[in-house]
């Protein structure tokens, strides 16, 4: 399991990159999602239907995906976890198991 020390660690290494890839920029966005996460929750409206909802953060994530949608932020976060795959598969199967 991927830990908080883990997360700040790689972030670090990728803060001290000299020239940065997009690669490197990926990978960051990635570690950083990862540590602002927080487990999605799900509200019951008076009409019964449930609609997820963004958790309480601060965190600049977190508010992009409130302000524009789920709906419209799937999309790349799919992209997202997609480029994931190929360039950190221990860190999008982790990702995955938690999800999951």
């Known amino acids: 399991m991927i830990t908080e020390r883990d997360l700040q660690e ?3 290494e990728c803060e001290g990159i000299r ?3 997009s690669a490197t920029c990926v990978k960051l966005a ?10 999605p929750q799900i509200d ?11 958790p309480y953060s601060n965190s600049y994530f977190s508010q992009v995906v409130e302000r524009v ?3 419209n932020a ?7 976890m997609e480029t ?6 221990p860190l999008y199967e ?6 999951e």
């Open 30 to 39: 990635a570690y950083y999602s990862l540590l602002d996460r927080k487990k």
């Open 10 to 12: 790689a972030i670090a």
């Open 84 to 89: 994931l795959y190929v360039i950190n598969r």
């Open 69 to 71: 949608g789920i709906e």
């Open 44 to 54: 019951i409206g008076y009409s019964g239907a449930s609609e997820m909802s963004i």
């Open 94 to 99: 982790s990702v995955m198991a938690k999800i």
């Open 74 to 80: 799937y999309p790349v976060i799919d992209e997202l």
């Open 19 to 21: 020239n940065p890839t």
